[in-house]
């Protein structure tokens, strides 16, 4: 039986993955619910320490808001608690969903990167990592919405920031693969080659398994709201929508003008609006203080992958109560003048980054090593040099199109947050073969 294994202390502590929730009764369903925030203030006792040592002074909730690769909980000190010398009274807890789970090379990666850009004070600060999740600095801020994406100073912030992350050398691999990576074993998955994507079992407590086993073998009647796909039709969906002959399409391309005109950089790979916090009153200051999150996807990759997909990303809003739970409108795509002005921007303030950083230190971590990517300059105010950046970013966009659309497919099978994946799927490939076509329409394409 699926629930069957041997347990020792330390997986005693281990917080299960949410995405097992869909596929169990709602009794089963509120059980492990209440298993994992049980083993999140656990956790923070661990990492935490102090007054956070007492599980019984810690409040756990589930936040409103999350991500679609993970689940976000907010934990928090009682307030009778006193707060211990730097001490935080309220953190943010990040759970992994299965697809991130399932790659150890991606959670160790991103275990380092995170520590890493949180000593640059890139990110949030790092509080404690744990089999499954991490604990971060919590940050009185909102996100970004789609709608602030095209402000000329919410562009502006967003480019500088993305200047600041491509300039930095990272100690991972230098070559453009963990995108690669990914998409190599999403399309295996899909087409067979692989064993195909399922839901994780919970890892609870021998006690709870026997309940759990018991209710769940006995209660038929599993949660009506949730409709998966059947994985047939999401392989059936996959060809239809061209993953695959797309796929090395693209690949050919990318690898023909890298280094040249394509460089190589350290990229977030999913720098949308929910993945920026806006820190302050943009209204009254004038200005955007914002701060970048989740690098969950980060890593050395085609710098045209990062920005075309920040660009892809201003015609979706993830913010929609209702099913599919996203909007999506291509004619919000950047007008060729707003992306000149990112571009001018994001230039500007790499070659800005970079000085500084020069000025204030000699270390290799805070300068690009010249071999992972081009020297920036201003854009000129010439048709070629723009026509350079513009291919740049229509090809990052593809990849950026054709990659989360086979992770959508992935996930339809194994998240339970409340998204209609293949929906979702449907429309990056729309709005991919239209981009696509627009590209191979131009006399001078090549």
Known sequence: MFFTHSIDDEVLDEVPCPDFIPQVSQRVADRVTDCVITRLRK??????????????????????TCGLSNYLYMAQLKSHVPVQPEEPRKVLIRVYGEVLRSSVDSIVLDSINFAIL???????????????????????SRTMTTSELRKSEAMKAVAQQLARIHNLNMPFCKQPRFI????????????????????????????????????????????????????????????????????????????ERQDD??????????????????????????????????????????????IGNHFNEWCYDYTCPDPPYFTYDFDSYPTLSQQKEFWN?????????????????????DTLNGSSTTTPHPLEDTKEDFEKLWLEATFGALFSHLFWAAWSLIQSQISSIRFEFSKYASARMDAYYRMKNSLKSRPDYQ
């Open 261 to 306: 005109a394509f460089p190589v950089v350290f990229c977030h790979n999913d720098f949308q609006e929910n993945n920026i916090l806006v820190l302050n009153n943009p209204d009254v200051d004038g200005f955007y203080d914002v701060l970048p999150i989740d690098f969950e996807y980060s890593g050395y990759n085609f710098r045209g992958f990062d």
């Open 118 to 140: 949180s000593e640059k004070r890139i990110g949030p600060a790092l509080y404690g990592v744990f089999p499954g999740g991490r604990i971060e600095e919590f940050i009185e």
């Open 345 to 365: 921007t994001y230039l500007t303030a790499r070659i800005t980054e970079r000085r500084t950083s020069i000025d204030t230190s000699k270390s290799a971590g």
């Open 43 to 64: 956790q923070c006792g661990k990492s935490l320490a102090g007054s956070w040592a007492d599980p019984e002074n810690v409040i756990v909730e589930k936040m409103n």
């Open 180 to 255: 690669f990576k990914m998409m190599d074993k999403f399309l295996a998955q899909l087409s067979g080659r692989m064993d195909p994507p399922s839901r994780p079992p919970p890892n609870l407590s021998t006690p709870t398994l026997l309940v759990l086993e018991q209710e769940y073998l006995s209660d038929s009647r599993l949660d009506s709201v949730w409709n998966m796909d059947n994985f047939e039709a999401i392989q059936h969906t996959a060809t239809e929508l061209g993953l695959y002959k797309e796929y090395e399409w693209l690949k050919q391309n990318l690898i």
